[in-house]
């Protein structure tokens, strides 16, 4: 008895229209030549930016005001007169550190009054969506200048004598507040109500159901877009300069007047990339691996 699809007693098996050679091999053979073709556009393309940049008019005069060996690592390093740029960049990161801090515990409480219901709260609920609507819509650098010059003049005891990177990062924290409480807010309303009822019906307060049930659910699902907000943040601390603050976009533009050379920016953009980069990243990495638990769990 002859199975389906096989051929005649004694004659090879056919093989299944569409497969590919030999099996595995035949995959490890287009997945190489994939892999070599992707290569070879990949080397052509740059190779053609770098033709196209060294045959331009002025390549020469870039290279010296931009790439300069002598003034990347004088930038670098810093001199007496001119501060260093990587010195001035540990400014940012410590004020995208502090930053972030204020910004996940205020972001979540503006995202947590702008739900309570009951026309009780009505008021709480009215400053919350005028703080996100307000801050939104303000440019981060229009905020500093209110924050940084306007404060100061008011000349109250405290608060009107704080250091300039102080006012620097509560205007950072009043604007990504008001982005990252949409995000939370995002995420809260993506659980399911069946979730909050659930847990009433087990004698949880509305309180209680928020923090052990529908709080951990939002925040795992929001992880990735927090993220995109902090690489946003972390770039935008460049703009604390315009207070007086010495960062690594100040510094950089202190050692390009003084030396007429523009290396110093090429290495306060790298310093920023190499934070940028990895946060982009890991930020797909989790994307990619919500998506596949999620099929998973859709194929479950």
């Known amino acids: 008895m002859t199975t389906r699809g096989a051929g005649p007693a004694g004659s090879p098996e056919r093989p299944t229209p569409g497969a590919p050679p030999n099996g595995g091999r035949g995959s490890k053979m287009l997945g190489g030549r994939a ?27 870039v290279a010296e005001r931009f790439f300069d ?26 004020m995208f550190a502090v930053a972030e801090v204020f910004i996940l515990v205020l972001a979540l409480v503006i995202a947590i009054v702008r739900g309570i219901p009951g026309p009780v709260f009505f008021p709480l609920r009215m400053v919350a969506i005028a703080y996100t609507d307000l801050f939104r819509g303000i440019p981060l650098i229009l905020v500093l200048y209110m924050i940084g010059f306007g404060v100061p003049g008011l000349g109250l005891a405290v608060i009107s004598y704080l250091p300039d990177v102080t006012y620097g990062i509560i205007a950072l924290v009043l604007v990504y507040s008001a982005y990252v409480a949409e995000v939370y807010r ?23 159901s928020m923090r052990f049930v529908v709080l951990p659910q ?65 930020t797909d990495h989790l994307i990619a691996r919500d998506k596949r638990r999620r099929q998973a769990g859709g194929l479950a």
């Open 186 to 208: 995002a995420g809260i309303e993506s659980v399911h109500e069946s979730q909050n009822a659930a847990a009433r019906s087990l004698g949880l307060s509305r309180w209680q």
């Open 218 to 282: 939002a925040v795992r699902r929001v992880i990735p877009p927090l993220l995109n907000d902090f690489i946003g943040l972390q770039k935008d601390t460049a703009l604390v300069s315009v207070l007086g603050s010495i960062e690594a976009a100040r510094a950089a533009q202190i050692y390009g007047a003084s030396q007429f050379n523009y290396a110093s920016y090429v290495i306060a953009a790298l310093l920023f990339v190499l934070i940028t980069i990895p946060l982009a990243r890991f």
């Open 35 to 61: 892999v070599l073709i992707s290569s070879a556009s990949t080397v052509l393309f740059f190779a053609l930016i770098a033709l196209v940049l060294f045959l331009s008019p002025g390549s020469g005069i």
């Open 69 to 94: 060996p002598y003034h990347l690592w004088r930038s670098l390093i810093g001199s007496e007169s001119e501060p260093s740029v990587v010195g001035a960049f540990l400014l940012n990161v410590y």
